[in-house]
């Protein structure tokens, strides 16, 4: 059983800072790809960034960013503590909302930005920006 935990979610003012944290057990961390996604309220799931493992053809630590978080979003991940994180600076009230962390294990030639290619999920951590 794969299991994913996020934390680091809160309340922060505009332009403020956040690092979110998911770690993850079950799995050998270091082979999936993680993304993270968000998903605010009356809207749909959205890719957020995401991080190559080594399944695939694609470069180890690899990463991908949507336009809206470009410059601002760093994801990264330590596999010695089996831990994705993405720490958010320049935070804009538009980043408000859920933010979950996902996992992919399928062999990729490049990242997955659509939330059904990712195979585990977990619960949630709760983003608000103030103005």
């Known amino acids: 059983q794969v299991e994913l935990v996020e934390s680091g979610g809160g309340l922060v003012q505009a332009g403020g800072s956040l690092r979110l944290s998911c770690v993850v057990s079950?799995?050998?961390?270091?082979?999936?790809?993680m993304g993270w996604f968000r998903q605010a309220p009356g809207k749909e799931r959205e890719v957020v960034a995401g991080i190559s493992g080594v399944l695939g053809g694609l470069y180890y630590g690899s990463t991908f960013y949507a336009d809206a978080v470009k410059g601002r979003f760093i994801i990264s991940r330590d596999n010695a503590k089996n831990t994705v994180y993405l720490q958010m600076n320049s935070l804009k009230p538009e980043d408000s909302g859920d933010y979950y962390c996902?996992?992919?294990?399928?062999?990729?030639?490049?990242?997955?930005?659509?939330?059904?290619?990712?195979?585990?999920w977990g619960q949630g951590t709760q983003v608000t920006v103030s103005s």
């Open positions: 996902a996992a992919d294990s399928e062999w990729r030639v490049t990242l997955p930005t659509k939330p059904a290619r990712y195979d585990y």
């Open positions: 079950g799995r050998t961390f270091s082979s999936v790809h």
